[in-house]
């Protein structure tokens, strides 16, 4: 079971690897943080006993600089968002108290992300399941990893990997219970179990994302944030597997405008992809065969007055 989950997440590692890093002005500055926070292991002077001493990181302050320097804020000094005190060690107790910036502080209003439509995700979270069941405590920061988050969805035009990075976002608590547990003393429930119903959970899992079936759709948003209680997500097979597929609405929703009119196929984006039963439909086709079938009629229609003169 675990081991199908990690299958899920584990093309995310591979395609980030692909890229180069480019070197960032704040790199320099930077290092003296991943000196310690991107590896396993750091070192540091301890004065009392006036020898370098080396020690153990804990696991979940090992950030990875590869990916660091690939996320929307590669630009960033650590300390744009943490104190500066943090250049001293051992940090000042107190600095675990710091408070953290929301997403909105510095992008709310701003007109450079306007396209992004913050204020109205932030609305939508509010009204979210996780937002409304544990309010300030889940926060932005936990789907987006502020060390590592980049938009995908919008500019990457490989559906498969968008699936795998928007899954993974999920998975991160839902496969993995000491995330979970930040926010909820219950047991996490089965992903495997509560999608039994689903035929062929694996192959679905790798063509549509966990948001398609968990939000309620925006048509003017890209990326729907209102994950909704489990009673309302989509079940039933049609939604998908018809002509109107909801699929059109939110995973392939900017590709099927641009692809639409070049190929003729309503749902084209669909289709240059997979062929989705029931989904797909050509418009120039089923001109065509009405086209021939108009055709056939006036043949047979001439073919009948000829025989009745000829007579
Ligand atoms: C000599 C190694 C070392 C260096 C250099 C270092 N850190 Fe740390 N940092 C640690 C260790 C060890 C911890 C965990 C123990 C602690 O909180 O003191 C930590 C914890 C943290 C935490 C988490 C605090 C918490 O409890 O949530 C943050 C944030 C942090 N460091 C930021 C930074 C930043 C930013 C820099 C660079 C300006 C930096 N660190 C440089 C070793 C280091
Ligand atoms: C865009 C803002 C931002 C930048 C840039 C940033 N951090 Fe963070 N960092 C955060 C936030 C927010 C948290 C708290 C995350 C949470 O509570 O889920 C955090 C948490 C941490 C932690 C605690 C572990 C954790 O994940 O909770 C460490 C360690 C840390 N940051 C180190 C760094 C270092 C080192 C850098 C530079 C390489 C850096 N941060 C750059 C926003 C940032
Ligand atoms: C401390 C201020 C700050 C915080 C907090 C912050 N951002 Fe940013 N963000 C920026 C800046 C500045 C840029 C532009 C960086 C650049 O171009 O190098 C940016 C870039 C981005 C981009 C890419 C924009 C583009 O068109 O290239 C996205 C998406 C984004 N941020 C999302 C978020 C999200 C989501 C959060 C919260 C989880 C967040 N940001 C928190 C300041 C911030
Ligand atoms: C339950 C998880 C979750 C939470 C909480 C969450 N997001 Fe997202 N968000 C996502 C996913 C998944 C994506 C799609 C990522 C991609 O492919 O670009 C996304 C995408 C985005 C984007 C890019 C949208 C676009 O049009 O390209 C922005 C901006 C954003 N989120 C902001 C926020 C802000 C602000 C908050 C808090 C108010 C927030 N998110 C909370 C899961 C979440
Ligand atoms: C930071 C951890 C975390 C992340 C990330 C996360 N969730 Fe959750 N989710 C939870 C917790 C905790 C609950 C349980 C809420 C409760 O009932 O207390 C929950 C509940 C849910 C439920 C409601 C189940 C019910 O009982 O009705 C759904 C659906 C859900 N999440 C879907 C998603 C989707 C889709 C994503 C990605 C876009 C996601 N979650 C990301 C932690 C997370
Ligand atoms: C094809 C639609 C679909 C997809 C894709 C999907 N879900 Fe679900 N999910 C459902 C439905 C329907 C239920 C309710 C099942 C029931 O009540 O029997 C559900 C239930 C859940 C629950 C509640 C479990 C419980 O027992 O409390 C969580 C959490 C959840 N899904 C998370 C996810 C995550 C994370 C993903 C992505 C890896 C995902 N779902 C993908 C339709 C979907
Ligand atoms: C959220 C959208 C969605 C929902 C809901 C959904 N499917 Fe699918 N289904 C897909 C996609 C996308 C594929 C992948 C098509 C491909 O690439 O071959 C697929 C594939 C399949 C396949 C495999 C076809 C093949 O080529 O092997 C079967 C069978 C299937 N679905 C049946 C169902 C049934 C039965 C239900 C309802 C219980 C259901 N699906 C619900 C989107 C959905």
């Known amino acids: 079971m675990v081991t199908t989950l990690l299958l899920w997440m584990l093309p995310v590692a591979t395609f980030a690897e692909d890229e180069e890093a480019p070197v ?5 500055y930077n290092h003296q943080c991943f000196k310690c926070h991107g590896q396993k292991t750091y070192r540091y002077y301890n004065e009392s006993m006036d020898r370098e001493m080396k020690d153990r990181m ?10 660091y320097y690939q996320s929307n804020h590669a630009s960033f000094m650590c300390t744009d968002c943490h104190s500066p005190e943090y250049e001293t060690f051992p940090h000042a107790g107190e600095l675990r108290m710091e408070q953290q910036f929301a997403c909105l502080d510095c992008h709310g209003g701003d007109e ?3 396209h992004y439509q913050f204020e109205r995700i932030e609305e939508e979270f509010q009204a979210s399941i996780h937002s409304t069941k544990h309010n300030e405590d889940f926060t932005c920061w936990m789907c987006h ?9 919008r500019n990457n035009h490989n559906i498969k990997e968008v699936i795998v990075y928007d899954n993974n976002i999920c998975l991160s608590c839902h496969a993995d219970i000491n ?4 926010l909820s003393d219950e047991e996490n429930p089965s992903i495997l179990a509560a999608h039994e ?8 899992f790798s063509k549509v994302r966990c948001i398609e079936c968990h939000t309620e759709i925006d048509k003017e948003m890209l990326i729907a944030h209102k994950v909704c209680s489990k009673e309302k997500a989509v079940k039933r097979c049609v939604e998908c597997h018809s002509q109107n597929s909801l699929l059109t609405a939110t995973l392939y929703k900017f590709e099927t405008f641009e692809k639409r009119n070049k190929l003729g196929f309503f749902n084209a984006a669909i289709l240059t992809d997979h062929y989705i039963i029931g989904a797909n439909r ?8 009405i086209v021939i079938f108009g055709l056939t009629l006036l ?3 001439i073919h009948a007055i000829l025989r009745i003169i000829s007579k």
């Open 179 to 182: 995330k979970y547990q930040l």
């Open 24 to 28: 960032f002005e704040n790199a320099e």
């Open 145 to 153: 990893n502020p060390h590592t988050y980049k938009i995908n969805a």
């Open 112 to 114: 450079t992300y306007a």
């Open 197 to 204: 119903w689903l035929p062929n959970q694996t192959l679905h």
């Open 299 to 301: 043949v047979i229609i």
């Open 282 to 289: 050509n418009y120039y086709l089923n001109v065509a065969s």
């Open 58 to 67: 804990n696991p979940y302050f090992i950030i990875d600089s590869a990916l």
